[in-house]
């Protein structure tokens, strides 16, 4: 039986949940993850040498594990080509798919910041363009979800924003329009991917959910108290979670 170990986390912001992060990694240690999933938030106001520790921290426990990352709030829009240039060992998606092959198994992923049903108060004085952004982005990931499912056996979402409120919950009911969106949860309920990770919902007490026959997961670190580790095991026309353990 083959198993299929993916760990997430997302909003580390640097210094702020470093420790968390290190000692909930620790506890995977006798696990041995197959992929290793940063869900954006993972510094603080664009400090890019801040996310060298992190990436260290996983290297240092997990060596060759292949990273998936995706950009968060706060890695600025326009430092992008600055993170993905000083860590060019990371598996970096902006609106864009990967497939990698772990223990036979095509594993497919598409990453992105995602979208909010509302700007932020910065948002609307600084990049008022977004609000287009973020309506047209679903769209754009329907296509590459739907393009990614014909090849891969397994297909994961990865997105900063929340892609549904399900798992938001614990938050104040006033600010979900500024944490996800409902389009997007539209989007997974038709396209389907296997498995969705999300971040940004530091506050929620609802970390897993299904749309349908999707699952869904809030990897945020204060929220898990850890990093989250998601198993399961792929089989023809099926897919068989094992469990989550953070």
């Known amino acids: 039986m083959t198993v299929i170990r993916l760990c997430a986390a997302g909003d580390v912001h640097g210094r702020r949940y470093f420790a968390v992060f290190s000692a909930s990694l620790k506890s995977l240690v006798g696990v041995k993850p197959d992929i290793c999933v940063f869900a954006g938030d993972m510094v603080d106001e664009g400090k890019v040498d801040d996310l060298a520790p992190i990436v260290e921290e996983v290297r240092s426990k997990f060596p060759g594990i292949p990273i998936i990352s995706i950009f968060g709030n706060e890695e600025y829009h326009e430092l992008e080509a600055v993170f993905v240039k000083r860590y060019p060992d990371l598996i970096w998606l902006n609106d864009s798919p990967a497939i990698l092959t772990v223990k036979g198994v095509k594993v497919g992923f598409v990453g992105t910041r995602g979208a909010l049903e509302k700007l932020t108060f910065w948002q609307r004085r600084h990049k008022p363009e977004l609000a287009r952004v973020y309506r047209e982005r679903p769209k754009v990931l329907r296509k590459l979800l739907l393009e990614v499912k014909k090849y ?95």
Do not use: C, Q, W
């Open 152 to 246: 891969a056996d397994v297909t994961v979402l990865v997105s900063h924003y929340a892609p549904t409120f399900v798992t938001v919950r614990g938050e104040p009911e006033k600010i979900y329009p500024f944490m996800g969106s409902k389009d997007m949860e539209r989007m997974i309920k038709e396209v389907k991917p296997d498995i969705v990770i999300h971040a940004h919902a530091h506050n929620a007490r609802v970390t897993e959910a299904r749309l349908d026959s999707v699952r869904v997961y809030n990897v945020s670190v204060p929220a898990r108290h850890g990093v989250t580790l998601i198993e399961f095991v792929p089989r023809k026309n099926l897919l068989s979670f094992m469990g989550v353990k953070t």
